[in-house]
């Protein structure tokens, strides 16, 4: 559970550091990067409900989604930084599924 809080964290910073970055650059017309960005926080959003009802299907579904999420992250090169922070914000989340996933073995 520490290591699942502990990456919520890093998380988070991630996330601050991704805002920081924007408001440095002040370039805000980066549509592609904005949709990543959009994908992956439905991501989270699942599995925070995967957190609190926990069913196998939903983190079967999350797994192929992150997969393909990878690919879209690694052929994204427009802006090097926010596309760094993108993946470790991915990076991140698979963190903390791992961790989810230990509290989880029965």
Same mark, same amino acid.
């Given at each position: 559970?520490f290591? +699942?809080?502990?990456?919520?964290e890093?998380l =988070?910073?991630?996330?601050k550091y991704? =805002?920081? &970055?924007?408001? !440095?650059? *002040?370039? #805000?017309?980066? !549509?592609?990067?904005i949709?990543?960005? /959009?994908e992956?926080n @439905? $991501?989270?959003d699942? @599995?925070y !409900?995967l #957190?609190?009802? +926990?069913? !196998?299907?939903?983190? =079967?579904k $999350?797994?192929t989604e992150?997969k393909e999420?990878?690919?879209?992250l690694?052929?994204?090169?427009? /802006? @090097? $930084? +926010?596309? &760094?922070?993108l993946?470790?914000? %991915?990076?991140?989340l698979?963190t903390m599924?791992?961790? &989810? %996933?230990s509290? *989880?073995?029965?």
């Amino acid at each position: 559970m520490f290591n +699942f809080i502990k990456e919520l964290e890093n998380l =988070a910073d991630e996330y601050k550091y991704l =805002a920081e &970055h924007k408001l !440095k650059t *002040r370039n #805000f017309n980066n !549509k592609k990067g904005i949709e990543l960005l /959009d994908e992956i926080n @439905v $991501i989270l959003d699942r @599995v925070y !409900k995967l #957190f609190y009802e +926990f069913k !196998k299907q939903d983190a =079967a579904k $999350i797994e192929t989604e992150i997969k393909e999420l990878k690919g879209k992250l690694s052929a994204y090169n427009k /802006d @090097v $930084i +926010f596309a &760094h922070r993108l993946m470790n914000i %991915y990076r991140r989340l698979k963190t903390m599924l791992s961790s &989810h %996933y230990s509290l *989880r073995v029965e």
